[in-house]
């Protein structure tokens, strides 16, 4: 994706996202998933994370609850485009989304959509927001899932 | 003669130098959280700590002696206010601390299995957790005084679950989401009739209105300073002095005894001492009461009356917005409640964030926003007399614009 994108396509994607999440739902068997509840502590959001990990691979990830859109959308995004991905590619695509919410050097070619969040620092209260689904994605990868 | 342009200047927040970090001039509406200070009160913790710095209860030295009878000064004042008895005025650190006190010091000691607390559905978390320990430790049960669609509590709607096992009803005077005034004499008179005692959650009323203990016949009341003008870490439980008396110290320590030995004998001292264990605030003390005159110089009676136009003008501006939703614009207080039609809660804030405009979202009690409000997570508006129509105009030119939310995290 490329860099240049427009303001007014960022927010149809963080719209899209919000109002018609892909990844937004329980699994109907949670035997193979390890979730995490991520409640954030000063706001209201409050979501679960769902990952089916095989071996290395990611095969499935999914998140329910009730969020804001910036939490919303930036998690069904990223749960997008882990799937299918190793651990370690996973990690790295957190790593690149984090340095750049917290603007720090990142590589904006593994970002895809996720670039739409480059703003995110300019409303320091909306950090946590983004940053809810991934930290929750990492957690469950490093082994810190409730199940 | 009220004058808000006057009283705009006797507080340091809004002074015109404080900004949001885009730079927009800082308009506050989430006095329901907490309250701006006036000099007078930030210069009355100061005197405190720059002139008379010593502890209370040591009356060995004339520093000393000065801070015990100022304390003793601000508890008559404090109790005037309220048309209480001194000893009946004991100093906390807030309401959530008064509400425990009364549940742990009176709740737990007195109340055991088939007894019944009642509260509603509306009531803040800190007239609700506490309660709930007392119910898992003495096993009384905890049931809610049904509300109307409206969400207002009702004299009727005590009187259809009152019977001879409620020991303890607790009510907010203002309700914290809906601004709804509860008729707390009435509700007293009916809870006396059946023996049990009627605990009134003021912290969002004491700052709006007058309030006469002896009138509403409440048996406890439990506030905080800092919604009131006053510091934070200070509150007022008031309490009936016969109640008072039989309740337990919540905290025990230095200050609230009179003697104790090695084998476990302990002499309180009588109330309100007896509950003020450890070192108090007391630069919060001496800014509560600061506070108070403060208050008192404006009145409260011309308090609420402005706080009643600015919040009747706000619903009646804000109701021409198509899609903004108002859950209670019959609110009795400065409390407007509302969403903007397919925003979520959070991002209308952060968005009002964007025009320096100060709000609460939250999801507040889950159990009444399901029944009542029918929504996840509201905006929490709330005024107090120093905020003016000019800032509720800012409000709605905003709210206007309220569907396009993201503006703010793209500009």
Redesign the interface.
């Known amino acids: 994706m490329p860099i240049s994108i427009s303001?007014q396509m960022?927010?149809e994607i963080?719209?899209d996202h919000y109002n018609n999440p892909i990844n937004k739902k329980v699994p109907s068997d949670l035997t193979d998933y390890k979730s995490i509840r991520m409640d954030s502590d000063s706001?209201?959001?409050d979501i679960t994370i769902y990952l089916k990990i095989v071996g290395d691979k990611i095969v499935d990830a999914s998140f329910d609850g009730?969020?804001?859109?910036?939490s919303t959308a930036s998690t069904d995004i990223l749960c997008e485009l882990i799937k299918e991905k190793s651990t370690k590619d996973a990690l790295y695509i957190v790593e690149q989304y984090k340095n750049m919410i917290y603007e720090k050097e990142f590589d904006d070619s593994v970002l895809d959509e996720l670039i739409v969040f480059i703003?995110?620092h300019?409303?320091?209260?909306?950090i946590k927001?983004a940053t809810l689904g991934s930290n929750g994605i990492e957690d469950i990868i490093d082994g810190k899932s409730d199940k | 003669m009220f004058d808000v342009t006057k009283i705009r200047n006797d507080f340091p927040m809004l002074d015109g130098t404080k900004k949001s970090?885009?730079n927009k001039p800082l308009i506050y509406l989430d006095n329901a959280a907490t309250t701006f200070k006036p000099y007078s009160v930030i210069e009355a913790c100061d005197e405190y700590y720059k002139n008379e710095s010593v502890n209370a209860h040591r009356g060995d030295y004339d520093v000393a002696y000065k801070v015990d009878s100022k304390i003793d000064e601000i508890r008559e004042k404090v109790a005037k206010f309220f048309n209480a008895k001194k000893i009946e005025i004991v100093f906390t650190s807030g309401c959530s601390m008064s509400m425990n006190l009364v549940a742990f010091g009176y709740g737990f000691k007195y109340l055991k299995e088939g007894d019944e607390i009642l509260l509603t559905e509306a009531e803040h978390a800190s007239n609700v957790l506490p309660w709930f320990k007392v119910s898992e430790l003495t096993g009384a049960k905890i049931r809610y005084i049904p509300l109307t669609k409206e969400g207002r509590l009702t004299a009727e709607n005590l009187k259809k679950v009152m019977n001879e096992h409620v020991k303890v009803v607790s009510v907010a005077q203002v309700t914290n989401v809906l601004g709804f005034k509860n008729d707390i004499k009435e509700l007293s008179k009916i809870a006396h009739e059946y023996g049990a005692i009627l605990v009134c959650d003021a912290a969002q009323s004491a700052p709006h209105m007058k309030i006469d203990v002896k009138d509403l016949d409440c048996d406890f009341m439990c506030l905080s300073g800092h919604k009131m003008c006053g510091p934070t870490g200070i509150g007022v439980l008031y309490g009936k002095y016969e109640l008072l008396k039989i309740t337990d110290p919540f905290m025990t320590g230095g200050g609230d005894n009179a003697r104790f030995d090695m084998c476990g004998n302990v002499a309180y001292l009588e109330p309100p001492a007896k509950f003020e264990a450890g070192t108090m605030n007391i630069a919060g003390i001496y800014g509560l009461g600061a506070a108070i005159d403060y208050l008192s110089a404006i009145g409260m009676d011309e308090i609420e009356k402005y706080e009643g136009e600015l919040h009747d003008y706000a619903i009646s501006k804000l109701k021409t917005i198509k899609d903004l939703i108002i859950y209670n614009e019959t609110a009795d207080s400065g409390i407007i409640t509302l969403n903007y039609k397919g925003v979520?809660?959070?991002?209308e804030a952060?968005y009002l964030?964007?025009h320096g405009i100060c709000v609460r979202?939250?999801?507040h009690c889950a159990k009444l926003l399901k029944d009542i409000l029918k929504v996840?997570?509201t905006v929490r508006v709330s005024l107090y007399f120093y905020n003016t129509k000019e800032e509720i105009d800012a409000l709605y030119e905003a709210l206007k614009n309220g569907g396009n939310?993201?503006d703010?995290?793209?500009n």
């Open positions: 303001p960022m927010r963080i719209m706001c209201i959001d009730v969020a804001c859109t910036i703003n995110t300019k409303q320091a209260a909306r927001c | 970090s885009n979520f809660a959070q991002d952060s964030n964007s979202s939250g999801e996840p997570a939310f993201l703010a995290y793209f």
